[in-house]
């Protein structure tokens, strides 16, 4: 059974970090994709970043620049380093895993299909 644990969220000033975890039972990551996602209160879930088993890595336009996507296959956990943070990435974090598919869609919540719990990430002074 496929189990995603993420931890790391928190409050956060603007312009602070976080960093995000996500560590895996019953499955391996590294030979899957990977996302995080995020969803604010009346807003659809949406792609944050996605790295693949090959280690390539996405981000949404949004987050280019300021989060970092990247794994530790011996910990079998997909981290997410969240700098320069704004009000606007408050939302709650979710990640994901997927069978390696089209490259298109990795930033598309629809299909991936073993989610984690989710994390709160709140930025505000």
């Known amino acids: 059974q496929v189990q995603l644990v993420e931890s790391g969220g928190g409050l956060v000033q603007p312009g602070g970090s976080l960093r995000l975890s996500c560590t895996a039972s019953g499955v391996t990551l590294d030979t899957r994709t990977t996302g995080w996602f995020r969803q604010a209160p009346g807003k659809e879930r949406e792609g944050v970043s996605a790295?693949?088993?090959?280690?390539?890595?996405y981000y949404a336009d949004s987050v280019k620049g300021r989060f970092t996507i990247s794994r530790d296959n011996a910990k079998n956990t997909v981290y997410l380093q969240m700098n320069s943070l704004k009000p606007e990435d408050t939302a709650v974090y979710y990640c994901a895993t997927r069978p390696t598919g089209v490259v298109t869609t990795v930033l598309t919540p629809r299909t991936y299909n073993n989610w984690g719990q989710g994390t709160q990430v709140t930025v505000s002074s």
């Open positions: 790295i693949s088993s090959g280690r390539r890595t």
